[in-house]
Structure formats: C-alpha cells, structure tokens
C-alpha cells in the first residue's frame, strides 16, 4: 500500500482556516485519498475523500494536486471541537483497506 | 449518536480472565471490523465480517477470538491476554465491503493486568 506523510501537529486559531498536507509520492493511479480524524475519546470518523478532482463537503474541502502527489485538507473555520487526530489515508479503489498512519493531531485554540 | 455501539466502554481484566466485547450496528450494514489502537501506534486492522462470513483475519493471535451471529452484532472473545494487549479496541460497520465509508463506533478501553 502507499504511504503518506503528514506533520505530527498543528496548531490553529478558533475561526481561521486550517490547510492540513498530506504527501503520498507513491500514488498509483486507482487509489483514492480518504481523510478521517479522531475526536479525544471516539472512533474516527469519516470527513472526505476523492481521486483528481477537488471536493467539498459540509465537513471540509480537499484540494489534490495535478500530479497527484501531494493534498490538502482545509478547514475553513476552525472550532475547537475541530481538534482531532487527522489521518490521510490511500485506498485502492476507494473501497481498499483503512491504513491508518500516525496522523496530524491538530490543536485549536481560542 | 454514530450508529455504532460497543459495550463495555472499560474493561479490565487479568490475564487468566475470559471476557468478551460487543459491537452492536443501528445502520443496516452489511460489513464489520475489528480494530486495536495501541498508545502511540496507528490503528491496526484485526478482523473484517461481510454478511457474516470472516473475509479478513490480519495475524492476529488465538487469544483473540472474534464471532458475528448476524450482520448487526460482533463480538471479540478474549482469553489469557497479555499486558501488551491493553488497547482501545474499537469496532466499525460499512455498508458493504469494500466499501467508501466506515463508521466507527466509541471503541473500549481495555487493561489488561
């Protein structure tokens, strides 16, 4: 399975926006890129995914590069129940195993 | 309320203790997961259900037992476990599998002593 690469953490301010990267130079071309993130005490939870295009959800934004090597998650109004661990995971076919990596656990503050 | 519950919220038990797990999807799904999330490491797949028949069964050892009556319920036995086995075990449903979406439930944390 690809891999990817994320930063440990971030840390933002309540009510600005927030770019989480995720790199995956490994990319093949069916796998899709899925973002999860777990809340303090809960399971994850699905926020978005895509293969070229950008997508948009109610939850966030994903921003994937032309070449596909490299996305951004982005938060456009961080609140402080935003604070989560944010897991960038490739999945063959979109339906391929959940490979979870380390993740960014980002940080909001008031 | 994520549709996915698990019960019991904590456990702790010995290592010569028997004890079980439960998983219970509201969500009408056909697949479910089994999960262990050890501290500072990522979330390890153990067990895939999909309409009730194991699909995925990732090295996990024999101490670890899973069992899926019906497509809404899982269970993980346990039995003489080790300290290192101490984890937040969580379970997780989708529609089919494969499938895009997996929702989890609030997993159980689990001591092993």
């Known amino acids: 399975d690809a891999k990817t690469t994320q930063p440990n953490s971030m840390e933002s301010n309540e009510e600005e926006p927030v770019h989480l990267p995720c790199n995956h130079s490994?990319?093949?071309?069916?796998?899709?890129i899925h973002w999860y993130r777990q809340l303090p005490s809960q399971g994850p939870e699905y926020v978005i995914h895509g293969l070229t295009s950008n997508v948009n959800n109610r939850m966030a934004s994903l921003a994937i590069a032309e070449d596909r090597k490299s996305s951004t998650l982005i938060l456009h109004r961080a609140t402080l129940r935003d604070a989560a661990v944010y897991y960038c995971?490739?999945?063959?076919?979109?339906?391929?195993?959940?490979?979870f990596g380390q993740g960014t656990e980002l940080s909001v503050k008031p | 309320e994520t549709g996915v519950t698990q019960t019991p919220r904590h456990l702790v038990m010995g290592m010569t203790n028997k004890k079980s797990l439960k998983c219970e999807q509201h969500?009408?799904?056909?697949?479910m997961y089994w999960y262990k999330q050890s501290a500072k490491k990522p979330l390890e797949l153990m067990f895939v259900y999909s309409l009730e028949e194991r699909v995925e069964n990732n090295s996990v050892p024999s101490r670890f037992s899973p069992e899926c009556p019906n497509s809404s319920h899982l269970f993980l036995h346990l039995h003489t476990l080790q300290p290192e086995d101490s984890a937040l075990y969580l379970c997780?449903?989708?529609?089919?599998?494969?499938?895009?979406?997996?929702?989890f439930g609030p997993g159980t944390r689990l001591t092993v002593l």
């Open positions: 997780a449903s989708s529609q089919d599998y494969p499938s895009v979406g997996q929702y």
């Open positions: 490994t990319i093949s071309g069916t796998d899709y």
């Open positions: 995971i490739l999945r063959e076919n979109q339906g391929g195993k959940l490979i």
């Open positions: 969500l009408g799904h056909n697949a």
